[in-house]
Nanobody, 124 residues
């Protein structure tokens, strides 16, 4: 089991950038694939991106059109989500999650541990 804490959310104007962080506790952080999801009010939780255990593989949802980049630092036990060219439709609560059994997890059910979320609001 791994504990995850997100930070870095906030209010930003259209076109701006934010970097979210996901800090993990536990010595086995490197054994988890880590992903980001987001959920807007009244909508289902949506996959954003995941990064493999060694950071060799990074995958983002096509709908993001390359605006978001995921990365990780296994020394700092932290995963990042750099978000650029933000749009009002990016407004949501963003969650990081860890998966131990699935190598390319894109569904919420693939993940076993979740953070509490951080709110991102993009104003027009």
């Amino acid at each position: 089991q791994v504990q995850l804490v997100e930070s870095g959310g906030g209010l930003v104007q259209v076109g701006g950038s934010l970097r979210l962080s996901c800090a993990a506790s536990g010595r086995t952080f490197g054994s988890y694939v880590v992903g980001w999801f987001r959920q807007a009010p009244g909508k289902e939780r949506e996959f954003v991106a995941f990064v493999s255990r060694s950071a060799a593989i990074k995958f983002s949802a096509d709908s993001l059109q390359g605006r978001f980049t995921i990365s990780r630092d296994n020394v700092k036990n932290t995963v990042y989500l750099q978000m650029n060219a933000l749009k009002p439709e990016d407004t949501a609560t963003y969650y990081c999650a860890a998966a131990s059994e699935v190598d390319a997890p894109k569904r919420p059910a693939d993940y076993t541990d979740w953070g509490q979320g951080t709110q991102v609001t993009v104003s027009s």
